[in-house]
């Protein structure tokens, strides 16, 4: 079994208590995967990082899913080449075949996070916070009115980071309750607050575990935004 100190991998700083382990990976470049995990891959997920256009992407996606089946490995007591994977009803992947703790990845630019808890389910989402200056026309769509409102007033540099702070928290909380993303993003607000951030459901919301979710911003490289919750 790889050691995680031969990955590239940082591991995160967390509060003492808080039940869940994330890893920062990358950076990921032109370069490709390292063959150690590469190795590790199945057979669908080369074809899967083979698919993708351009030489980063195809080395975050492999080096993401490598580094993931390393540290399951780890926790298992698997092989890394020998973790299965099945999927939930929306595409969140869990373990099959063995007991493990519950995860989650997403990567974006050229990091990733990956998070594990060892009783609750969790959600992590990271994004490289790009300036296209459409910020404020995609919360109209997509955000809560509440969470337009709150963007509407802000100045350039505040709007990005916020909008993004506000994206990639509710991404975390949806894919650590395993609802559909795009269904569900006005379902709920989040307040952004000194010490990260509230959920408030709206009414009639569509899950009664929304209420109890818990979220937190992950400590991630400048340039991003990233988020963990539990459900």
């Not at 992590?124 to 995609?138: N, P, S, Y």
């Amino acid at each position: 079994m790889a050691e995680t100190r031969a990955l590239p991998l940082k591991r995160l700083t967390l509060p003492s208590g808080a039940g869940v382990a994330l890893w920062l990976a990358g950076p990921a470049g032109p370069g490709g995967v390292p063959e150690h995990l590469w190795n590790t891959l199945s057979r669908g997920e080369k074809d899967r990082a083979n698919r993708f256009r351009r030489a980063e992407d195809r080395a975050l996606f492999g080096l993401t899913r490598g580094a993931l089946r390393c540290l399951l490995s780890e926790a298992t007591s698997v092989s890394a080449e020998k973790i299965a994977f099945a999927e939930g009803p929306h595409g969140k992947p869990r373990l099959a075949g063995t007991d493990g703790p519950h995860f989650n990845v997403s990567h974006s630019g050229c990091w990733a996070l990956i998070g594990f808890s060892g009783s609750r389910d969790i959600g992590v989402d990271i994004e490289f916070m790009r300036a296209a200056g459409g910020e404020l026309d995609l919360a109209r769509s997509f955000f809560s009115a509440a969470e337009f409102r709150s963007l509407k007033g802000l100045a350039n540099g505040m709007l990005l980071s916020s909008f993004y702070k506000i994206w990639t928290c509710k991404e975390a909380v949806l894919k650590a309750i395993g609802a559909g993303i795009s269904e569900h993003l006005k379902d709920f607000s989040v307040e952004l607050t000194e010490d990260g951030y509230v959920i408030h459901p709206e009414p009639n919301y569509f899950s009664p575990v929304l209420a109890s979710v818990a979220v937190q911003p992950a400590e991630v490289p400048e340039g991003y935004a990233g988020c963990y919750a539990l459900a």
